[in-house]
């Protein structure tokens, strides 16, 4: 089962736009992870947000984290056509063993971004 | 980060034939691998947990007799889709993580492996 749903499934806009994208997740978290994946290859990771912080900046990217909605936001502002991907949101899962810690995905924002 | 690299990048087989895919750590040693699979407009879904030097454990409704994985060394996970058919055509996604312990970090990603079963 999904832990994050991605809001929305799919978005279109211009260059120059602002995009952004809504995650919202079930279980309580250390962290949030945000990642992207361009079509037919592997994912990048963008940027962690930990559990006690509630925003986070990396270059044209900003993340939200609110805890007690359980949902995180991916702001990416100046958009550009190089920046159309999925986007995914990820948390911890403890894997069947307890031996290690893979990532729960939510569906993926599909993001396109027109020049 | 680490890299990771996959090799085939992807594969064309028959039904009932077998395929292995690699997945080598390049620069970091990783005594845990995670493997993934990706249906055409998904989200990855969780396969299995390959252990270097021990048996890999799967996630429920994975057969581990179908999908077969070695972790031979800190390096070099390997899976392989046994008697394979349409239905296992997918998007195949390595994965190791930056440190151990309990908290969850960033995890590196391979590049993926695009399998089809014809």
């Known amino acids: 089962s999904q832990q994050g749903e991605e809001d929305p499934q799919a978005l279109s806009i211009q260059e120059g736009e602002n995009a952004t994208m809504n995650c919202s997740y079930k279980?309580?978290?250390?962290?949030l992870q945000w990642y992207r994946q361009n079509s037919g290859r592997g994912l990048v990771h963008l940027i962690l947000?930990?559990?006690?912080?509630r925003e986070k900046h990396s270059g044209r990217l900003r993340v939200t984290l609110d805890t007690s909605k359980k949902s995180s936001s991916l702001l990416i502002t100046a958009s550009r056509a190089a920046d159309t991907a999925s986007y995914f949101c990820?948390?911890?899962?403890?894997?069947?063993?307890?031996?290690?810690?893979?990532?729960?995905f939510g569906k993926g924002t599909t993001l396109s971004v027109s020049s | 980060g680490a890299v990771v690299s996959q090799h085939p990048s992807w594969v064309i087989c028959k039904s009932g034939t077998s395929v292995k895919i690699e997945c080598r750590s390049l620069?970091?040693?990783?005594?845990?691998m995670f493997w993934y699979r990706q249906f055409p407009k998904q989200s990855l879904m969780l396969m299995a947990t390959?252990?270097?030097?021990?048996?890999?454990?799967?996630e429920q409704g994975v057969e581990k007799d179908k999908f077969l994985i070695n972790h031979a060394s800190l390096t070099l996970s390997t899976l392989t889709v046994t008697s394979a058919h349409p239905e296992d055509s997918s998007f195949y996604i390595c994965?190791?993580?930056?440190?151990?312990?309990?908290?969850?970090?960033?995890?590196?990603f391979g590049p993926g492996t695009r399998l089809t079963v014809t």
């Open positions: 620069d970091f040693q990783a005594t845990t």
């Open positions: 279980t309580s978290i250390n962290n």
């Open positions: 947000i930990r559990s006690n912080e």
């Open positions: 990820a948390t911890g899962l403890r894997t069947t063993n307890q031996a290690g810690t893979a990532l729960i």
């Open positions: 390959s252990n270097e030097g021990s048996k890999a454990t799967y």
């Open positions: 994965s190791l993580k930056s440190e151990e312990g309990r908290e969850v970090y960033e995890q590196y």
